[in-house]
């Protein structure tokens, strides 16, 4: 005869129990069965969650797009004083006079190499004139040495010395001597070192923002402007002041809004 299963109340207490309840299928296992009965339907995404900026409070997204254009405000401000910074040259006032007349004497048609020596003249002139004034250079009587003599070309609403070279070049004198153009590039660039080309860039900008006959008169009254700030009397002699390209810069801007306004 065949064996009778046994029933479910003949059972132990603790099979039943383990028999009534059923077992749920895992997430896996609803997925799967899902793909295979619709094949079609994808089985579907479970994005992360992500917090929109809708669902903040008002107040919270005001005082975080608050806090981000600050940051940025002083990140700009950062920026911009880096790059004032970047463009103040410390220097004494001889060397940039000396570029400044380059500039400008290319300006009124002369070679850059010429103006180098003209500026290195003028600027020894003014010096010298200054240092007596001050009580720092001793007057020295006339000579009696018998110069040669040498024509004088205006050049920074002054009048210079110059001799003509071998080279054809129009060179600018001290102590009855042509000037050597390269003497003066060196020294300037000893002055002003990894700045020479910006600050020879910018006084050029200026420069060329006024015609040959205008530069030439209002030259200097321009360097007064710009020229690095120092204290006055002995006190300033020689001393190292700040050249700010940016206000070369504005100066440049100015003359060229005068100019479109005459026009």
Request: glycine share 6%; with cysteine; net charge positive.
């Amino acid at each position: 005869m065949p064996r009778k299963q046994p029933s479910a109340t003949s059972l132990p207490r603790e099979k039943r129990e383990e028999k009534s309840v059923k077992k749920e299928p895992d997430v896996d296992q609803k997925e799967e069965a899902h793909i295979l009965k619709h094949p079609s339907k994808k089985p579907r995404k479970t994005e992360p969650y992500e917090e929109k900026i809708h669902d903040k409070e008002p107040n919270i997204v005001k005082e975080e797009h608050s806090q981000g254009k600050d940051l940025k405000v002083e990140k700009d401000e950062q920026k911009k004083t880096q790059e004032d910074q970047d463009n103040q040259v410390r220097v004494n006032r001889a060397p940039v006079l000396t570029l400044w007349v380059a500039v400008v004497a290319q300006k009124e048609g002369y070679q850059f190499e010429e103006g180098l020596t003209y500026g290195k003249h003028i600027a020894g002139v003014y010096a010298h004139s200054k240092g007596q004034r001050l009580g720092l250079i001793e007057a020295k009587g006339a000579r009696t040495r018998k110069k040669r003599p040498a024509e004088r070309f205006e050049v920074f609403g002054t009048r210079v010395p110059v001799r003509m070279t071998s080279a054809g070049l129009r060179l600018a004198l001290q102590n009855d001597k042509p000037i050597p153009s390269r003497t003066v590039k060196s020294y300037l660039l000893r002055k002003f070192g990894t700045d020479y080309d910006r600050v020879k860039e910018a006084m050029a900008t200026l420069a060329c923002k006024y015609s040959p006959d205008e530069i030439g008169k209002v030259g200097y009254i321009l360097y007064e402007k710009f020229r690095p700030q120092v204290h006055p009397g002995s006190r300033g002699w020689g001393a190292k002041g700040v050249l700010d390209l940016n206000y070369i810069s504005a100066l440049a801007r100015e003359a060229e809004f005068k100019r479109n306004k005459i026009k």
